[in-house]
C-alpha cells in the first residue's frame, strides 16, 4: 500500500518563545486504506496534530504531505482531498440537516445535481435521510454526531480525519458511528482517528500511534505494541501510600517468583508477572507483611493500555 | 459565490430568529410610536426645531434702492441661521439649480422693483410689480419656509409703498421674527397676508409662485418623521453589533475552524459573514420603513435614491463598525459588552434621543464622530425637510469613509487572528 500521510518532524508550540509546546516533533505515515489511530490521554497533542493536518493551525516545524501536497506550500489542496470530523458538532442548530449538509457542500464547491446528489447519499450513510428537513437542534447528540460526520464526507475525501467523534454519546451511537468508521474504510477510505479510548483504537485500527505529552511513543499494529511488554499480565494496586517511602515494598514484589518486574509510583504499584492469577495470593501476602492496606486492585491482560502504562508509567485514563 | 453563500445561511438564519425579528422590525416600530407620540408636544409647540440654514438663490434685476434693501434684508444676519442666500445674476441657471435640487429656491426681483414700490407708479398701477419665486418641487417643507419668508417682505414693501415709513430695519426684525419655521409657516404668513388684503391695503408688489418641474404631493412633518429614523438607526446597530459578534460565536463554537478547514480562504470566510450582516441590516431597514410607511403613514421622503443611498451607507458603516468591534474583541461575552456600550453612547452622542442641533456647541462637534450622528442628518433631510439626493451626499459619503476605515481594520485584525 502507497502512503498518503506522510508527518514529518511536526512541531507546534503556541505563543513562542515561552507558550506551551503541544506537539514536539511527531512523525508517522498512514497508507492508503487503512485506518491509523492516534491513542492518547486528553491533552497528549492529538487535537493539536490533526488541527495541523487540516491547515487550521501553522506548524512552528515540521511538515506533513497529503496526497502529495504540503500542508505548509499546499494548504487548498490539501483542504480538497481531506475530510474533516471535529471534536466538536460544527453544525447550525437552528437550520435543517439537510440546509446544514448544503451549505458545507458548497464550502467545498459542490453544486447543482452533484450536491443534491450527495447530500442524500452522505444521509444515508448517516440513517438520518428520513429526518433530513428537520432542524438539527431537534436531534439527539448521537444523531448531531452523525450528521457532524456525515458533513466531512460530502466531498468524497480520499482521507477522512475524524477527532474523538464519539465523545460524549450514549453507547448505541457510539455502537453505530464505529460501525460506519468500518464501513467508510471497507470501501477504501483512508482513516486519521484518535480517540483516548482504548476499545475503540483496539477495534477499529490497522496500526496505532501512541502519543502522550506530544511526543509519539510507539507505532505499530496491536499486536507489534502488546509484543513491545511481552507476553505479561500487569497488576496495578493502590496502597494507599507513597511508595517512595516504602521501597522495600516494590523491591520485594519484584523478586517474587514468576515476576517479571515491579515499579513504583506515587500509591500505585505495577506488577508484571507471567500469569496474575498465579503470584496474586503472593504478592497480598507481601503487601499485608509491608504493613500496607491494598484500596484497589486491577489485573490487565497484554491490551493497549498495560502498553501506555509500561510506556509512560501511567494509566491512559490518568 | 462563497461569499454570498456564507452572507445568505447567516441571513436565513437570522430572519428565522423569532427573537431577532422582534428586535430588529417590531421593538423600533413600537418604540418610534410610543416616543413620537410622547414628544409631539415638542415638535409641535412653542421651541422650535433648529433647522439648518436652507439654500437659495437670489436675482436681483433691479437697479433701484429698494431692490438692494430687498436683497439686505434677505441676507442680514437676523435670517442666517435660516437661509443661506446666494447672490447670482443668471436667472436661467438658477432655475436649472433648483431643479436639480442644488437649492430648495430662488427668488428674482423684477427689474422696476424700486419704482413700483416707492414711485407714483404704485397707486396707479394695473398690475403689481412680480418678485418670481421658483420652488423646488420635490421638496415638501423648506420651500413653504422660504416662500413665507419672502411673502412677508414683500408685504412690508407692500405696507411701506402705502406709508413710506416701513425701514428696512424695520422689515428685517419682522422677517427674523419668524426663526425657524415649521410646516405651518406658510399658512400662517398667507393667513397674515390676506388679513392685510382684507384691510384693503392695495398691493404693488406680487409673488409670483412658479414651480420648477412636476410637483409633487407634500406632507406635514410628524414626530415620527424624526423617531422613526432614530429608533430604526438605534435598533439597527444593535442588530449589526449582534450580528457580527456571530463571528466569535462560530469561533466558540467551532464552526469557524470547520469553515477554515474547507478549501475557502480566510478573506472569503470574514467577507462572507460581514456581509451577512449588511444583507441583514439592510433586509431589516428595508422591512422597517416599509412597515413605518404603511403604518404610521410616514413619509420617507420623495428622493428614493437618497433613501437608498443612505440607507446603503449607513447599514454599511454600521455593519462594518460591529466587524471593527468584534475583531478586537476577546471573545463574543466581550464584544456583546462593547457593542451595546458603542450604541448606546452613540446613540446619545448622535443625537437618537434628542435631537443633536439641540446640543451645547462643543457636543455638536463632538458628535459628528458617531455614525449615529451622520446617519441622523441625513434621514432628517429626507423624512423632516424633505430635501433630495444631492443634498445626503455629503452624509453618505462619510459614512462611506467611515465605512471603508472600519472594514479595512477589521479585517487586518481578523486576518492575523485566524492566521493562528
Known sequence: ?318 | MKILTIAWKDTTIRFRDRNALILMVLAPLVLSAIIGSAFGGFWNGSDPVPFDAIPVLLINQDDGEMGQQFEEILTSDALGDLLAVTVMADETAAREQVQRGEARAAIVIPDGFSEAVSGDVAETAESPALVQFYADPSATVTPNIVRGVVTQIVNGFNSAAISSEVTVAQLTAEAATLGPALADLGTVLQAEMQSRFNEGQPVVISLNDVPVGETEETADISPFAFFAPSMGILFLMFSMMDGTRSILEEEQEGTLSRLISTPTSHLEIILGKIGGVFLTGGLQFVVFVAASALIFQLNWGNSLLGLAMLTLAVVLSLTSLGALIAAFARNASQAGILGTVVTLVFAALGGTFVPAQNFPPFLQELSKITVTRWALDGFTDLTVYGLGAADVVLETAVLFGLSLIFVALALWQFQRRLAK
Open chain 1, 1 to 318: 500500500m502507497s502512503t498518503i500521510v506522510e508527518v514529518k518532524d511536526l512541531r507546534k508550540q503556541y505563543n513562542p518563545p515561552d507558550g506551551v509546546t503541544a506537539v514536539r516533533g511527531v512523525s508517522f505515515a498512514i497508507r492508503q486504506g487503512e485506518i491509523f489511530s492516534l491513542l492518547g490521554p486528553n491533552g497528549a497533542g492529538k487535537s493539536t496534530t490533526i488541527s495541523m493536518l487540516s491547515c487550521l493551525l501553522t506548524p512552528t516545524s515540521g511538515d506533513a504531505i497529503i496526497d502529495g501536497h504540503s500542508i505548509r506550500q499546499d494548504p487548498k489542496q490539501v483542504k480538497q482531498v481531506i475530510g474533516v470530523v471535529p471534536q466538536e458538532i460544527a453544525l447550525y442548530d437552528t437550520i435543517s440537516a439537510r440546509e446544514n449538509l448544503e451549505f458545507w457542500g458548497k464550502m467545498y464547491g459542490l453544486s447543482g445535481d452533484k450536491l443534491k446528489e450527495r447530500v442524500t447519499e452522505v444521509l444515508n450513510i448517516a440513517g438520518l435521510i428520513e429526518r433530513a428537513n428537520e432542524k438539527v437542534a431537534t436531534f439527539s447528540g448521537g444523531m448531531k454526531r452523525r450528521i457532524n460526520i456525515a458533513v466531512g464526507l460530502l466531498h468524497n475525501p480520499k482521507v477522512l480525519y475524524m477527532d474523538e467523534p464519539t465523545v460524549g454519546i450514549d453507547p448505541q451511537s457510539r455502537r453505530r458511528i464505529l460501525d460506519t468508521v468500518q464501513e467508510l474504510n471497507d470501501q477504501g477510505l483512508t482513516v486519521l482517528y484518535t480517540t483516548h479510548y482504548m476499545e475503540e483504537a483496539e477495534e477499529l485500527s490497522d496500526r496505532i500511534g501512541i502519543i502522550d505529552h506530544g511526543k509519539l511513543i510507539a507505532v505499530g499494529t496491536q499486536d507489534e505494541l502488546t509484543e513491545m511488554i511481552g507476553q505479561y499480565d500487569t497488576v496495578q494496586l493502590d496502597v494507599g501510600e507513597s511508595t517512595e517511602a516504602n521501597g522495600t515494598l516494590v523491591s520485594h514484589l519484584a523478586g517474587l517468583p514468576g515476576v517479571h518486574q515491579a515499579d513504583g509510583e506515587g500509591e500505585s504499584v505495577m506488577v508484571q508477572a507471567e500469569d496474575a492469577n498465579q503470584v496474586l495470593p503472593r504478592i497480598l501476602q507481601t503487601v499485608a507483611e509491608h504493613g500496607r492496606s491494598i484500596r484497589r486492585i486491577e489485573i490487565k491482560e497484554p491490551n493497549l493500555e498495560a502498553v501506555f502504562l509500561h510506556l509512560t508509567g501511567r494509566a491512559l485514563r490518568d
